[in-house]
């Protein structure tokens, strides 16, 4: 599909810290881990292609502050799956590793103009924004 996105490198203050968080969540939405030099990356095969997400340290004027989603740059990051029992599978995964949870599994018709919108928001070790939500599709709907 034209405009997929074909990776995304999230800079973090610390990849060694942030690894198991990112490991569980990632493996759980199908990724496959393949280490990097410059850090950590994980690849999703679809029918589009690899999809990766990796994890690089971030410079030391960015490692000392916590992530602020309204300054410039990266406000959040949302993984769609293809079922509301998918999202509450990745919310016990939150759960068991401990992860700060921002908001449960709910519907939230606002994002959606009135219905189908389920998710999970939560936040990385460094305050980022995430997120994994279902949506149907128009002929589920």
């Known amino acids: 599909m034209r405009g997929a996105i074909h990776h995304l490198i999230l800079t973090v203050r610390d990849p060694d810290q942030a690894f198991p968080f ?26 589009l292609g690899v999809h990766s997400i990796g994890l690089a340290k971030a410079s030391a004027d960015g490692a000392h502050r916590p ?5 410039p740059g990266l406000h959040h990051v ?7 029992e998918e999202v509450d599978r990745i919310y016990e995964v939150l759960q068991r590793i401990g992860a700060k949870v921002l ?3 709910a519907d939230y018709p606002q994002y959606n103009n009135g219905g189908g919108y389920y998710a999970v928001f939560f936040a990385d070790p460094d305050g980022l924004k995430l997120e994994c939500v ?4 128009p002929s589920d709907a």
Not at 30 to 37: D, V
Not at 67 to 71: L, N, Y
Not at 134 to 137: D, E, L, M, N, Q
């Open 78 to 84: 949302a993984w769609g799956v293809d079922s509301r």
């Open 134 to 137: 279902y949506t149907p599709r």
């Open 67 to 71: 992530h602020d989603r309204f300054s």
């Open 103 to 105: 908001d449960a599994p």
């Open 22 to 47: 990112y490991d569980a969540v990632l493996s759980a939405l199908g990724y496959r881990l393949e280490r990097k030099s410059w850090g950590f990356e994980w690849n999703l095969l679809s029918p």
